[in-house]
């Protein structure tokens, strides 16, 4: 037996009229698994090592300040001396998964996951960095910018949200996480369904696309979402404490409910592969998960049948798992030398400046070329991320104190004196440059810092499921078509300006989808095929708001915005004779030029191991308006080989 | 005592003669049926020729003896060919047993006292459906329970399957690769429940009063750890010319989605040789298939009765025996089955079908099939599904009370072999499978539990 089946009770004997589930009973099976994946792309741009803009020099534009009566003679920027690396793996894991269920009584049984999974990175250079999280509070590595102030390393790296725990039982060091994420008990007496503990809920049944799918984030942790798309992130799904439950009505109606903890979606961490925050800036996931941790959501959906077609309602009040971001206050030395809080020493600090909404970082961006660039490729308006960044509230002190100014404020300003002295962005970039400047005249290389919050919102949705039955082997026979549609009304976006005020719109997300299977031999099982388009009305796939679309991919600039977002997927499986064999291509393409294609096979020759091997293609046609123009040199090949038991 | 003053040609003249003129008529010495519903056994029946192993093979082979390479020959006439192909080629060796003639170890009793209660009153509606004679939705039991054709016979075994009005068949399979070794193995429940035809529930024949709806059909994997919780929920609508309503809860979804049913020639999972169009000889709605055909009236020997159970085993798992390795398949136990109609019928509604016929053999006292031989487009044998149909008694007579204090009708393996790869599947009935879930029938709560879509989301892992 592959299995490891431990019976408690003496085996019952076959019953009628009941059933006799008289002693509990356990069952425990498990599955050990090496997931690599070999870097095909390009380094990740987002990390240091990474950075096209390492070690490269720029002619700074702070000439453009002259027409504030500023002649500061032009000089070179040069990026941090931070060696670029290429890595050749993106992934090195091993996992270790153990299922216990028990059935408990007829009504009760008993579920639990325990997930192990370490990763071993064999690129040298990536071994300090914490791919799980808590290492970067508690064990944190030497950081280059540490000496600098004599502080503790920690401090320039992202503060992770919940002491760097991704869920509610999980266990994590610097390259490895230890987690629990099923352990429940479930309840079931006739109509009624109630399942209690922490668990996944998945709802929704699109590829890629996550309409339904809006009870919980994503842990993009071990292989950002860049896993095996026909899984549909099941492995991503961040697990809560919940009360979950249904009741069926006499008309085969339903009514599902629950009520979880809220837990925020987790991004790759900085530094690692597929990191996508860019290494020079710190996020402060804490404060904003800290008063949002208790929040509970509920949700409810009511699926039938009405006719030939399947239906579902939906109502969820949540938070946001992805959150929303914007720029914070560095916070460096708060309480003695912020010279906004009433209790500094008199003695500016300069070149910390507490009360910015950054701080000198030798690994910081370095040229207002770098910072437009970088801006742009993230979905953010280099002009007015300055602008608010030192003219906002929590900043505003402290900038003057530093002699900034609003880029667009000032050029508004001097061209209604005298129309076209200059530009918001020549004024920015000039601005930019002098900030970057020695510390002599300015700061050197900059790092960002951002607030995560958690807001608050309610989705409403509807999905139709409808099989057509054409005649047998015609394209309609049994062709299902599905929609899947919300609406959130009052929706909060990171602004492009990353401003303390959030967008808020009404956003429309739908998914219409056309599923298949056809036999195009006799031989052969049936072809599995789906293709779908998504459209969403005010934000991308990775809810970035769409006004921060198109600028110059070379140079950024203020972004044009895009009105829509449309996406459309298309997979299909072919498996071969008994299953053994399968090859897979899934195709995402955004219609404004993000493409991921991802071919695989899997091979299962025994019911104890399987091997999957697949690859992620990626590109983008530039333009800063599509979903893989951040993500665009992850290609890679990757493998998993599993081994059950 | 078998009735001796017909010659030894008498069956087989009879049974030429139903075949020449297209009639069926089951019943050999006296009818059959008629026999069933005065409560009598079948000893009046059928002549001893064609009702034990000394007659049938002129005293060859004796009830109680062994089929094997050495004497099947002499049974070559009254087996499936791929069963015979096993025993010649392979060394499978099939033990044997008197014929059974109590009507009551054939079939389950309510299912049994159905069939007579409601024997003549089922017809075909315009739309070939089965109705009652006032039209309403089949009321259990047999509806042709004295099938005069293949349509009427291929009904029998479609409109009920399993033959309780709710069964949790715990099991363990194992795939076998051509060397013999296990490539895969699973516990899985296959569990049934009648919407309609309802044979034991105290509140009536029509579940919920819908007669809309034939069955409800689950098939959920507990084990091994990649595929645990993965389960298929089948509907199958009234109508028999429409495919069955598929949805399934699959752990890499981690959700239950709506899936296409007119694939059902697919495995469901790596490994099995069995498709859902399998299933008890009559896996899809029979209105989907067509050209049904008697080809062939006869005695027959096949698995019924006693000697398939094995109550030894704490978990009920049989005896294997044959192939490479000497464990290719259950060591069965045969019987003389007197009267079987051997239908061809072929998947007229599925055009890319791997198979061209599929070729039903059904024991006619009681019209359940024991076996059946598909064949590929080019008309090849492509493999066979050989259900070890019998009571709750073991080889040597110790009977496991397993049904209301008494011994179980029901299936006990199945042994599908694709004789064109080599790929045997074996799975059989067990005590209990993974994770404490025993075989069980008549429990009408098990539709909460697992026949609904509600029911695999929670049994999903």
């Not at chain 1, 994590?172 to 008990?185: E, T, V």
């Not at chain 2, 192993?53 to 390479?69: R, S």
């Amino acid at each position: 037996m592959k299995k490891l089946t431990l019976t408690l009770a003496a085996l019952g004997v076959a019953a009628t009229g009941g059933v006799a589930y008289a002693e509990p009973s356990f069952s425990v099976t498990g599955m050990i698994r090496q997931e690599i994946a070999a870097n095909t792309g390009d380094a990740n741009m987002h990390t240091s090592w990474g950075s096209p803009w390492n070690g490269r020099q720029n002619t700074s534009h702070i000439g453009n300040l002259s027409v504030l009566g500023l002649n500061l003679p032009a000089h070179q920027t040069t990026r941090a001396n931070v060696k670029a690396e290429e890595n050749d793996w993106n992934q090195f894991a091993t996992r270790l998964e153990i299922d216990v269920q028990g059935r408990l009584s007829e009504n009760v049984t008993l579920y639990t996951k325990l997930r192990g999974y370490a990763e071993n990175p064999q690129d040298d250079f990536l071994r300090h960095y914490d791919y799980f999280g808590k290492a970067a509070t508690a064990n944190g590595v030497d950081h280059p910018e540490a000496p600098l102030f004599a502080l503790p390393s920690r401090v320039f790296r992202n503060t992770p949200l919940d002491d760097g725990y991704g869920s509610a039982l999980e266990n994590n060091g610097q390259d490895y996480m230890l987690d629990i994420p099923a352990l429940y008990l479930d309840y079931n007496k006739g109509p009624l369904w109630l399942r209690v503990g922490n668990q996944q809920i998945a709802w929704g049944e699109a590829l890629f696309f996550r309409v339904f799918d809006v009870v919980q984030g994503l842990d993009l942790r071990r292989h950002s979402f860049l896993g095996v798309a026909a899984e549909e992130y099941s492995d991503s799904r961040i697990p809560s404490l919940a009360i979950r439950g249904s009741y069926r009505f006499a008309n085969d109606w339903e009514l599902e409910g629950y009520a979880q903890q809220f837990r925020p979606t987790i991004l790759p961490r900085p530094g690692t592969p597929y990191s996508v925050v860019a290494e020079a800036f710190t996020v402060y996931e804490e404060p904003g998960y800290e008063q949002d941790e208790d929040d509970i959501d509920v949700g409810f959906r009511l699926s039938g049948q009405w006719n030939d077609i399947d239906l579902s309602f939906m109502a969820v009040s949540r938070t946001t798992p992805d959150g929303t971001y914007r720029w914070a206050r560095n916070e460096l030395y708060p309480s003695t030398t912020d010279p906004d809080n009433g209790n500094g020493n008199g003695a500016p600090q300069f070149g910390r400046r507490p009360g910015l909404a950054f701080a000198p970082d030798p690994r910081g961006t370095a040229s207002a070329d770098e910072w437009f660039w970088g801006a742009s490729w993230l979905r953010f308006n280099p002009v007015t991320t300055l602008d608010t960044s030192v003219t906002e509230a929590p900043f505003a002190v402290a900038a003057a104190a530093a002699g900034a100014f609003s880029p667009t404020a000032t050029a508004a300003q001097l061209n209604a004196q005298n129309p076209g002295t200059t530009t918001a962005e020549l004024l920015a970039k000039g601005e930019l440059d002098l900030f970057f400047s020695l510390p002599a005249v300015g700061f050197g290389p900059l790092r960002g810092y951002l607030h995560r919050d958690y807001d608050e919102e309610v989705i409403v949705g509807a999905s139709a499921k409808y099989v057509f039955t054409g005649a047998p082997d015609s394209f309609t026979d049994q062709l299902i078509l599905g929609v899947e549609a919300t609406f959130t009304q009052d929706r909060l976006f990171t602004a492009p300006s990353l401003s303390q005020t959030k967008i808020e719109e009404d956003e429309f997300t739908s998914v219409v989808s056309l599923e298949k299977y056809h036999k195009f031999s006799a031989k052969f099982p049936a072809t599995y095929m789906v293709a779908q388009w998504m459209h969403k009305s005010e934000s991308d796939m990775f809810g970035r708001h769409l006004s921060g679309n198109g600028s110059p991919y070379e140079t950024g600039g203020v972004p044009t915005g895009d009105d829509q977002f449309n996406a459309v997927a298309f997979a299909f499986q072919q498996p071969f004779p008994n299953l053994i064999w399968r090859a897979d291509l899934s195709v995402l393409y955004d219609l404004e030029g993000g493409l991921l294609v991802q071919p695989g096979v899997r091979w299962r020759p025994r019911d104890d191991f399987q091997l999957d091997l697949y690859a992620n293609f990626l590109d983008s046609d530039g333009g800063n308006d599509d979903i893989m123009g951040t993500i665009e040199t992850m290609d890679e090949v990757f493998l998993r080989a599993s081994y059950y038991f | 005592m078998h009735i001796k003053k017909f010659d030894s040609n008498y069956s087989r003249r009879f049974f030429m003669k139903q075949m020449a003129t297209g009639a069926l008529a089951t019943g050999v010495l006296a009818p059959l049926w008629s026999t069933i519903a005065m409560g009598r056994t079948l000893e009046g029946v059928y002549p001893d020729e064609i009702s034990s192993f000394e007659g049938l093979t002129k005293g060859k082979i004796n009830n109680g003896d062994v089929i094997n390479a050495n004497n099947v020959d002499f049974l070559k006439d009254y087996m499936d060919e791929v069963a015979f192909m096993q025993v010649k080629e392979m060394g499978r060796e099939i033990d044997t047993h008197a014929t059974t003639l109590d009507p009551s170890y054939l079939s389950p009793p309510d299912y049994l006292g159905a069939s007579v209660k409601n024997s003549g009153r089922a017809k075909f509606n315009a739309d070939g459906n089965v109705v009652t004679d006032d039209g309403s939705a089949w009321i259990g039991g047999n509806p042709f329970p004295d099938a005069k054709n293949g349509a009427e016979a291929f009904a029998n075994i479609t409109m009920s399957w399993g033959r309780y009005d709710n069964t949790f068949y715990a099991i363990q399979e194992d795939d076998l690769n051509p060397d013999g070794s296990v490539a895969y193995s699973y516990d899985f429940a296959w569990i049934e429940q009648q919407a309609t035809g309802r044979v034991s529930d105290p509140e009536g024949v029509y579940f919920k009063g819908q007669q809309d709806t034939v069955r409800y059909q689950t098939a959920w994997f507990n084990a091994p750890q990649d595929v645990k919780g993965t389960a298929f929920l089948s509907t199958w609508p009234y109508d028999q010319r429409q495919y069955p309503k598929l949805e399934g809860y699959l752990p890499a979804f981690k959700r239950v989605r709506r899936f296409p049913t007119n694939q059902r020639f697919e495995p469901l999972l790596p490994g099995p040789t069995w498709y859902l169009s399998d299933a008890w000889g009559a896996g899809d709605p029979w209105l989907t298939w067509g050209n049904f055909k008697i080809v062939h009236r006869g005695p027959m020997v096949g698995p019924a009765g006693g000697g398939n159970f094995n109550s030894k085993d704490p978990n009920w798992k049989r005896e294997r025996v044959g192939g490479p390795q000497g464990t290719s398949f259950f060591r069965s136990d045969y019987e003389v089955i007197p009267d079987v109609v051997v239908i061809d019928c072929e998947p007229t509604g599925y055009p890319r079908a791997p198979i061209s016929k599929r070729r039903v053999y059904l024991d006619a006292r009681t019209m359940v099939a024991y076996t059946s031989v598909s064949y590929d487009r080019q008309g090849k044998v492509y493999k066979n599904f050989e259900h070890g149909n019998g009571m709750s008694i073991d080889k040597d007579g110790t009977v496991t009370k397993a049904y209301r204090g008494g011994p179980l009708w029901t299936w006990n393996f199945v042994i599908i072999h694709d004789v064109q790869t080599g790929r045997i599947s074996l799975p059989e009935l067990v005590k209990e499978m993974a994770g404490g879930y025993p075989t069980h029938y008549d429990d009408t709560a098990d539709y909460d539990r697992y026949l609904t879509k509600s029911a695999i989301r929670r049994l999903g892992a």
